[in-house]
Each structure stands twice: as C-alpha cells, then as structure tokens.
C-alpha cells in the first residue's frame, strides 16, 4: 500500500533544508513509492491545511538553493497566534492530518520544533524529526545541519576583519549568532583566529578581557578581534541570569513561573545591545577605538556547504527509510558517520551547551585565546 508522509519545516531558516527536503523527498518515491506533500510556513500551514505536492519536479533543482521552499515560522501548535487570542490548535492539524491520510509527519526544525513536535506525537501523530539549526544546540546529535555554512560565514568575515582591525589598530567586536549556546562563537572564533571568544557558558570578567588586549599591545600587536557570541555574558550578568533559570526549572505554581518568566524576560531587555556596551567598556579600559560588527541573518543565508548537504542528504534519506521501516516518534540524529533514530522524549526540552571541558575549548586555551575567565 502507498504510503503518505507530509513535511513541514519550522523555526528558523538553515542552510541545507532543501537539501533535506530532497533526500527525504526522493528516496520516499524513488526507493519506497510513498507520497509526499509539504505543508508551507511551519505548524501554521499543517493548521491551514496550506499544502504544495512534492513530486519529483518540485524537489529538482533545490539542493544548493538556501532558506526552505516550504516556508517557516516560529508559531507553536499549542500556542498558535490567532486574532489576539493564543491557542492550542494541535486537534486542528491531528484533524487535518487525518484529512490526508497521512502516515508520518515529518518536522525538520532546531529545539523548539523538537518539543513542538513532541506535542504532535503525543496527540497520535507518528512524528519523525530532523536536527537543523546553526546554533548546533540539539541535543543528542553530534551536529545539526546549518551550523558548518554558518561557521563558514563568520569564519570568513572574522578574516575580513582582521586587515581593517590591523589597519586601524582597533579592536573590532564581532557578534555572532547561536542563541544561548557558544559553539558558532567558539568554532568560527578559532577557525578565524579571534585573541578573545566570549561564550554563554563562560561568563566573562570584562578586566580579563581589557588585560588581554593590553597584553597583546604590551607585545606589539595594536589590534583584536573580539567575537561574542549573541548569549554570551559578564559574570555580573550571569549573577543574576543563572539563579532565575535555576528556579524556574523548581518552580511549578502558574503565577510564580510567570513572575519568574517576567523577570527573565527584562534581563532579556536589558541585554540587547551588550556587545555595544562591551565595545564601549573595552574602548574606556583600553584607550584603543573599537568597532562593533552584527552578523546577523547573513550567517542563515544563502548556499549551504558541502557538509551541511551531506548531513542534510544523509539525515533526511535515512529518514524515508524509518517511515518505511514504520518506526515513529524518533529525531534522526547524527552520531560519527552514522544516522541514528534517537527517542524524540530524549530530545525535545533539552539544550546542547558547550561543555567547559570541551576539546576545542582547550586547543583555544592552549593557543593563548582569551576566553574572559
Ligand atoms: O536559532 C537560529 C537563530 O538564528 C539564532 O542563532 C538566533 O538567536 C535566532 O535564530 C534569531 O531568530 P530570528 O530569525 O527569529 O530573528
């Protein structure tokens, strides 16, 4: 009997989706002789019923192209936008679901989708996910697909500014993306050869970091690159930070979560913009100018490398073979050469962090790379 499996892709967009999308896609007609349909912007579109075939014209042609011809977004099934209202639409779409008899429901996304998708599953979807994200926080999985083009862009802007930093005898502060995870600061910081790397998992003393641009010019060298990944912090931040996550994951009252949740959310305020400030503090410590350069969405855009096409192909093949295989509620993950269904509870809800023991983060420590401890 055909078997029909729908795809959707949510939260942010990544190099290598469509590379996804069309290993899933053609190995689930080409090898199994199942259906295929996408459903367009995320859970939104599996709530609207918005759908486009996949057939083989439709998945040609799409394996270098960036961003997802789905479509994304970052509404929640269970917490769905509508009007001015928030609601649970998962009977909706487990309704809509049904309407196209669908065997499987495929969800390429980053950690968000993983717990969005838990929710699918837990209402009688059979779920299958897929790790993408430049921010390389899924947790279980050596590597998300995304995150080696992202690594690749900022490691080519972090060379770009070291001849103007250089030039100018300047400090250049270089945001880069990851959410609360370092590892995008970390991997572009030391294949670009940054003097400082600023991670969320290692508050930093912002007089460590002044002293080691100091020390650089003590020893002639009258520039530094700064790169500070988007969570990064100052230990006085963290002081206040890491105490309100700790009691949140405690507390299980409504009305205290939610005080909780609005104070984290004003320490999300007043963060915006540290790396303005940071730039600013180095410059009063230092005497040297300092410029501030934003990555940004670039490091989401455009062409995902060879890697990200790889990961993404291999994932999302081995991905029509487990819906053949009718084995559900898994996230094909990656572990060394090998693509491994992983139990999707084992997944949603939780962040890969940069371990402070981590391999790399001691070739950094070993090179003389500052790191603000
Ligand atoms: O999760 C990917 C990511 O690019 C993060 O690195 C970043 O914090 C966030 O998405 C930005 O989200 P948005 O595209 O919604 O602004």
């Known amino acids: ?35 295929v349909i996408g459903f367009r ?32 977004s970052r509404d929640k099934p269970h917490k ?36 969005n998708a838990l929710k699918l599953m837990e209402k009688g979807m059979n779920i299958i996910t897929l790790p993408k994200t430049i921010d390389n926080d899924v947790a279980e999985t050596d590597m998300t697909f995304g995150f080696d083009t992202a690594v690749g862009i900022a490691t080519e802007a972090i060379d770009r500014l070291h001849s103007t ?12 993306m990851g959410h609360s995870a370092g590892w995008l600061a970390l991997s572009a910081g ?18 460590q970091v002044a002293e080691a641009i100091l020390d650089r010019r003590r020893k002639g060298k009258h520039f530094s690159i700064v790169a500070v990944a988007e969570g990064a912090m100052s230990q ?57 350069t934003i990555l940004g969405h670039v490091q989401r855009g455009g062409t995902p490398s060879a890697v990200d096409r790889i990961l993404a192909t291999q994932l999302g093949t081995a991905c029509a073979e487990l819906v053949h295989q009718g084995q559900f509620g898994v996230m094909v993950a990656i572990h060394g050469q090998q693509s491994v269904p992983v139990p999707l509870p084992l997944v949603a809800g939780k962040l890969k962090l940069v371990p402070t023991d981590h391999p790399l983060l001691e070739s950094a420590r070993r090179l003389g790379t500052a790191m603000g401890e």
């Open 190 to 207: 030391v294949a670009g050869g940054a003097d400082v790397i600023l991670i969320p998992e290692l508050p930093y003393n912002l007089q």
């Open 1 to 35: 009997m055909t078997k029909y499996i729908g795809i959707l892709t949510a939260g942010g967009d990544t190099p290598g989706l469509n590379a996804a999308i069309r290993g899933l896609g053609k190995a689930a007609q080409h090898t199994y002789g199942m259906e």
């Open 80 to 115: 769905m936008p509508i009007g001015n209202k928030t609601l649970d639409m998962t009977d909706v779409m487990l309704t809509n679901y049904r309407k196209h008899h669908l065997d499987a429901l495929i969800c390429l996304g980053g950690n968000g989708t993983q717990s």
């Open 41 to 72: 912007d995320g859970f939104r579109g599996l709530m609207e019923n918005r759908t486009v075939r996949l057939d083989g014209e439709t998945l040609s042609g799409i394996l270098t192209m960036g961003g997802t011809i789905l479509g994304t």
């Open 236 to 292: 006085e931040e963290a002081a206040v930070l890491r105490p309100l996550q700790a009691a949140l994951s405690q507390t299980h009252g409504k009305a205290e979560r939610q005080h909780i949740k609005n104070q984290l959310a004003d320490w999300e305020k007043q963060h915006k913009g540290h790396v303005l400030r940071l730039a600013q503090q180095l410059e009063a410590l230092t005497r040297l100018e300092a410029r501030v």
């Open 165 to 176: 930093a250089h030039s100018h005898h300047r400090i250049i502060v270089v945001e880069v």
